[in-house]
T-cell receptor, first 113, second 116 residues
Framework: SQQGEEDPQALSIQEGENATMNCSYKTSINNLQWYRQNSGRGLVHLILIRSNEREKHSGRLRVTLDTSKKSSSLLITASRAADTASYFCATFKAGAGSYQLTFGKGTKLSVIP | DGGITQSPKYLFRKEGQNVTLSCEQNLNHDAMYWYRQDPGQGLRLIYYSQIVNDFQKGDIAEGYSVSREKKESFPLTVTSAQKNPTAFYLC???????????????FGPGTRLTVL
């Protein structure tokens, strides 16, 4: 079953605006990663946040993690047309020697020039 | 130019035929993975390999087979037993199995398989 569920499924904004995507998950996790996928391409890792962290920054990206609500958000500030892509969260929970990521269904972001 | 390559980019096959998707990496990574992506869906793990000559089933291994005879290569065969093979297939790697979840996975560009 899917662990992470992104919200919204699709988001359309004007260039220069901020974009916020959310990821909710069902069980406790060790960490959560965000990936980006341009149309018809592979995924690119953006940022990882550990369960004992609340916020991380990387350039125009800000990720928060609320373990009490089992949710994470990805904020892209001052969006650009080149940010148009799908964004996926992926969760990891250690257990029984398993080191698998569980991916959500993604948020499709369109940034209009 | 380091990275992961997948070939071909597009693949068309008739129903009932086996087909093999190629995945090669020159990152010197021990761990490699195969994922399937359907429209509007997240990635689902088919098989993974922690090291040469070893591989394990993921969540949706039925109808697929893999081999890991060389560190650089992890081909995926989609067999005729796979009921709905049309999908986008992504290969990934990480320095080792644990780092794939503790740090990141590196993805190839994908192969789009269409079964007619």
């Amino acid at each position: 079953s899917q662990q992470g569920e992104e919200d919204p499924q699709a988001l359309s904004i004007q260039e220069g605006e901020n974009a916020t995507m959310n990821c909710s998950y069902k069980t406790s996790i060790n960490n959560l990663q965000w990936y980006r996928q341009n149309s018809g391409r592979g995924l690119v890792h953006l940022i990882l946040i550990r369960s004992n962290e609340r916020e991380k920054h990387s350039g125009r990206l800000r990720v928060t993690l609320d373990t009490s609500k089992k949710s994470s958000s990805l904020l892209i500030t001052a969006s650009r047309a080149a940010d148009t892509a799908s964004y996926f969260c992926a969760t990891f929970k250690a257990g029984a020697g398993s080191y698998q990521l569980t991916f959500g269904k993604g948020t499709k972001l369109s940034v209009i020039p | 130019d380091g990275g992961i390559t997948q070939s071909p980019k597009y693949l068309f096959r008739k129903e009932g035929q086996n087909v093999t998707l190629s995945c090669e990496q020159n990152l010197n990574h021990d761990a490699m993975y195969w994922y399937r992506q359907d429209p509007g869906q997240g990635l689902r793990l088919i098989y993974y390999s922690q090291i040469v000559n070893d591989f394990q089933k993921g969540d949706i291994a039925e109808g697929y087979s893999v081999s890991r005879e060389k560190k650089e290569s992890f081909p995926l065969t989609v067999t005729s037993a796979q009921k709905n093979p049309t999908a986008f297939y992504l290969c990934a790697s990480s320095p080792d199995y644990a780092s794939g979840v503790l740090n990141e996975q590196f993805f190839g560009p994908g192969t789009r398989l269409t079964v007619l």
